[in-house]
């Protein structure tokens, strides 16, 4: 009999390309992966991995037992949770992975009253890039995600997995008390021409974004600093180095020497969804997770 639990580390080593990679993801020590590989090849009589370099890849019986072993798989998932669905328990553990200000804003809020209500449930959390997120649940490694898109900046999402939405975020600009902007009961990107902007980095879905919304102006943002985190990008402009776009789920506190001035035409507003495989749908502990994400207010 195929052990499943090595079945699922012999996936991992498929989708992170090494045995490291697969350790890191599913919590366990490479030795314990290679050890389920060994146990995999010896129930099944056929080599499922072979050196390449200083690396391991698939062999093609390797391949074709990850390939069929995903339906298998996915149907122990379903039959685990249409089970708890019958019997009415909220139990077991439910890893979630979020982008940072989700994990400030919608997670935190939840989590104590969660573990509360519900004391057979165990959350396990991870920080993640939205699109880390989608591969993250695609894959199996966590049960549940959650993601942000703005506007017309699309994130794919495979058909296995289905969205829930959430809440609308709205993001505002973000400027010294001592900037004239200050003053603005609301601005445009055309009022926004010349300001030098506290930015994500090229290639992020918020950067994305802050070069769409200016499609109507005919120029570019001007970059003038970049930085991964808006606690950074708050700090910047208190120090004078610039305004920011930073969205109100999960902001700290302006204080005195800040100000929050909303955009519009357009108005910045990312959409937040809950991601789960389709096969975690009948699951009471995934809806318990959802029913509790209603109940937070996203600004």
């Given amino acids: 009999m195929i052990d499943l639990d090595a079945l699922a580390g012999l996936r991992a080593v498929a989708t992170h390309g090494s045995v490291v990679g697969a350790a890191t993801a599913t919590g366990y020590t490479p030795s314990a992966i290679s050890q389920q590989v060994k ?21 093609s019986h390797g391949q074709h037992l990850v390939d069929a072993g995903e339906q298998v798989l996915a149907d122990l998932e379903q039959l685990e949770a249409t089970l708890q669905q ?26 104590r009253s969660l573990r509360d209500a519900h004391p057979g449930l165990t ?36 058909d296995h997995v289905a969205a829930t939405p959430l809440h609308g975020d709205v993001a505002d ?47 570019p943002p001007r970059i003038a600093h ?5 606690e950074s ?31 519009a035409d357009p108005e910045p507003v990312r959409l937040i969804d809950a991601l789960h495989r389709r096969t975690m749908a009948d699951s009471p502990a995934v809806r318990a997770v959802l029913a509790a994400f209603d109940g937070v207010s996203a600004g």
């Fill in 39 to 59: 146990r995999l090849e010896k129930q099944t009589g056929v080599p499922l991995l072979e050196r390449v370099g200083r690396g391991v890849m698939l062999t």
């Fill in 86 to 111: 019958r019997a009415g328990v909220v139990a077991g553990r439910i890893r979630l992975a979020a982008f940072s200000t989700a994990m400030r804003g919608l997670v935190a809020p939840i989590a």
């Fill in 123 to 158: 959350l396990t959390l991870r920080e993640a890039e939205p699109w880390d997120v989608v591969e993250l649940v695609a894959s199996g490694q966590v049960e549940l995600g959650i993601v942000h898109r703005w506007g017309g900046v699309p994130l794919a999402v495979p």
């Fill in 173 to 219: 600009l973000i400027v010294h008390r001592e900037d004239p902007l200050a003053t603005r009961t609301r601005v445009t990107p055309h009022d926004l021409v010349d300001v030098g902007w506290i930015a994500t980095p090229e290639g992020t879905i918020c950067r994305q974004w802050l070069s769409r919304m200016y499609d109507g102006t005919g120029r």
């Fill in 226 to 230: 970049v930085s991964a985190e808006f």
């Fill in 233 to 263: 990008h708050l700090a910047l402009v208190r120090a004078g180095l610039g305004v920011a776009l930073v969205p109100r789920m999960g902001r700290a506190a302006l204080g005195a020497d800040l100000v929050a001035v909303p955009v």
